[in-house]
């Protein structure tokens, strides 16, 4: 079964950069899509991205100024950057594996969630 | 972009009834394949979401059959038979036919009365 441990987030300045970290224990990593998602209060989940194995990431339009997802295959690690962060960013960040192989989304598994304030 | 509307926004249900949460898409999410790209989520209070139906109407494994999916090419419907306290929490629709972005619904909060 797989387990996903998230680290990063917490208490940022404005134009400060949030910095995220998704970890991926007991299943294969190599051939899924990773993908990021947020929780803004009032607003619900938004997608931010995703990334395959090969590296290559997909962006929501309404982030992609800001945001770069990363893969290190050898560390089984997928890690979340966002830029200028305003306290429109603050929420909760989830990172997610897809049900199978061949399903870039159908989020079957979730990491705990990090919490991100933005506040000066 | 593809949006996603929900409704009700609150559902008070008393036990033992039966509740119908509903999604509708912008656009069909009915692919050339068949499948209907349209999955529900649960998110109970202070967890990550949780995946209970996908492409329409398939259940996630350990869902009791309780919950059931259906719908046509925008509009699809959540039906959870017989509800319980622990099936409290916030329902979201999600399509992934079209990224990017993938999009939710802006959640039915369920309630027991």
């Known amino acids: 079964q797989v387990q996903l441990q998230q680290w990063g987030g917490g208490l940022l300045k404005p134009s400060e950069t949030l910095s995220l970290t998704c970890a991926v224990y007991g299943d294969s990593f190599k051939g899924y899509f990773w993908s990021w998602i947020r929780q803004i209060p009032g607003k619900g989940l938004e997608w931010i991205g995703e990334i395959n194995h090969t590296g290559s990431p997909n962006y929501n339009p309404s982030l992609k100024s800001r945001v770069t997802i990363s893969i290190d295959t050898s560390k089984r690690e997928v890690s979340l950057t966002l830029n200028s962060v305003t306290a429109a960013d603050s929420g909760i960040y989830y990172c997610a594996r897809p049900l199978e192989l061949r399903f870039s989304a159908i989020y079957a598994f979730w990491g705990q969630g990090s919490q991100v304030t933005v506040s000066s | 972009e593809i949006v996603m509307t929900q409704s009700p926004v609150s559902l008070p249900v008393t036990p033992g009834e039966t509740a119908s949460l509903s999604c509708r898409s912008s656009?069909?999410?009915?692919?050339?394949?068949?499948?209907?790209?349209l999955d529900w989520y649960l998110q109970r209070p202070g967890q990550s979401p949780q995946l209970l139906i996908y492409?329409?109407?398939n259940r996630a494994s350990g869902v009791p059959d309780r919950f059931s999916g259906s719908g046509s090419g925008t509009d699809f419907t959540l039906t959870i038979s017989r509800v319980e306290a622990e099936d409290v929490g916030v329902y979201y629709c999600m399509q992934t036919l079209q990224t990017p972005p993938f999009t939710f619904g802006q959640g039915t909060q369920l309630e027991i009365k």
């Open positions: 492409l329409g109407s």
């Open positions: 656009q069909s999410l009915l692919h050339s394949n068949g499948y209907k790209y």
